[in-house]
């Protein structure tokens, strides 16, 4: 029980070091999110974008190793899920690439819910 924390913290680390790969190139976003990259400020934007999924997969790596951090770490992937999966329900039908990137955060904020349950329990049970 007491590796599921640090378990989904590494798996949602490694769903949100994915789009890293968008730093490279225009043609690296495109293909993970099926979206043209056309213009030198949306190339910008989606680059920058990539890089601070990087920095949020790395402190979601290190804070899994770090139990005094779990708590931080579950709140900010479940606010970066939580808000793309919002978002994508109120910006209306979403391509392939993006309808992929919807499903796997379904299941990413799944387990992070699991895993806030039983960091809250263990909370509980210290406090106790």
Do not use: W
Not at 27 to 36: D, E, S, W
Not at 76 to 88: D, I, K, R
């Amino acid at each position: 029980m007491h590796r599921i924390v640090p378990a989904v913290l590494l798996l949602v680390a490694l769903i949100h070091a994915l789009p890293l790969a968008g730093v490279l190139s225009a043609a690296a976003l495109q293909r993970l999110y099926g979206v043209p990259v056309e213009t030198a400020p949306l190339e910008l934007l989606l680059r920058h974008r990539a890089v601070l999924f990087g920095l949020l997969a790395a402190f979601l790596a290190f804070a899994a190793f770090r139990p005094a951090l779990h708590g931080l770490a579950l709140v900010a992937a479940g606010v970066s899920v939580g808000t793309f999966l919002l978002l994508g329900l109120l910006v209306g039908p979403l391509n392939r690439e993006l309808t992929t990137v919807f499903r796997v955060d379904l299941v990413a904020l799944a387990l992070l819910a699991v895993a806030v349950l039983v960091h809250l329990r263990r909370a509980t049970a210290a406090t106790a």
